[in-house]
């Protein structure tokens, strides 16, 4: 049984440039939520999607938009990259939009130069 | 606001040894309580949750959380220490009037000494 996985593992991209993140949910899942954890922090909530829709949304900038595909998976894409984006992209997957159980991808590295 | 401490940025134990690695919470609601673990270039590993009941919890790897809702804490232990237990642990908290997102703390970097 495959987890959830995320693509690519790392990334290096430029100021002002654009980057899409992929995520595949954990088989039976339903529900995707993406974090970014800076270096030294916890994770923070970006936002989660649910029947291709954008349920919540955490403090982050429009810059910040997704999408969720009917097999479930879904993309985190980031316009005009600042440095600041510079972080680890967590992906997490569960069933439904409760509170139960997240499990999360190995997420993407991505570094803004 | 919601928000979750974790207390201690490091914490260094003897192989063997015990573990309690602490975590405190705000919320103006019911919390669901969480505890993860990331290994070095790793994602998140689930090791124990609690949404109601039993306030001591058992997870995986032989880690128990208690909580208490007076202290608004959920503290880890775990009796005996081994050195692969040496990773990132992060307290997390959800709650349904809050929707469904997790907020985390900060983590506390755990290192076992042989």
């Known amino acids: 049984d495959a987890g959830v996985t995320q693509s690519p593992t790392h990334l290096i991209k430029t100021r002002g440039q654009q980057v899409t993140l992929r995520c595949s949910p954990k088989?039976?899942?339903?529900?995707v939520s993406w974090y970014q954890q800076a270096l030294g922090q916890g994770p923070q909530f970006i936002f989660q999607?649910?029947?291709?829709?954008?349920?919540q949304r955490g403090n982050f900038p429009d810059r910040f938009s997704g999408h969720q595909f009917p097999n479930y998976s879904s993309e985190l894409n980031v316009n005009a990259l600042l440095l600041g984006d510079s972080a680890l992209y967590l992906c997490?997957?569960?069933?439904?939009?409760?509170?139960?159980?997240?499990?999360f991808g190995p997420g993407t590295r991505l570094t803004v130069t | 606001a919601q928000s979750v401490t974790q207390p201690d940025i490091h914490i260094t134990v003897s192989e063997g040894a015990s573990l309690e690695l602490r975590c405190n919470y705000s919320y103006g609601a019911t919390p669901y309580l969480f505890w993860y673990v990331q290994s070095p270039g790793q994602g998140l590993q689930l090791l124990l949750k609690?949404?109601?009941?039993?306030?001591l919890v058992q997870g995986i790897k032989g880690f128990e959380a208690e909580f208490k809702r007076s202290q608004s804490s959920f503290n880890l232990r775990k009796p005996s220490v081994h050195w692969s237990d040496a990773a990132e642990y992060f307290c997390a908290v959800g709650a349904r009037e809050y929707g469904n997102k997790l907020v985390f703390g900060a983590g506390t970097i755990l290192r076992v000494k042989s």
């Open positions: 088989s039976g899942h339903d529900t």
């Open positions: 997490a997957s569960s069933l439904g939009t409760g509170l139960y159980e997240q499990y």
């Open positions: 609690y949404f109601s009941g039993d306030t």
């Open positions: 999607y649910y029947e291709e829709e954008e349920r």
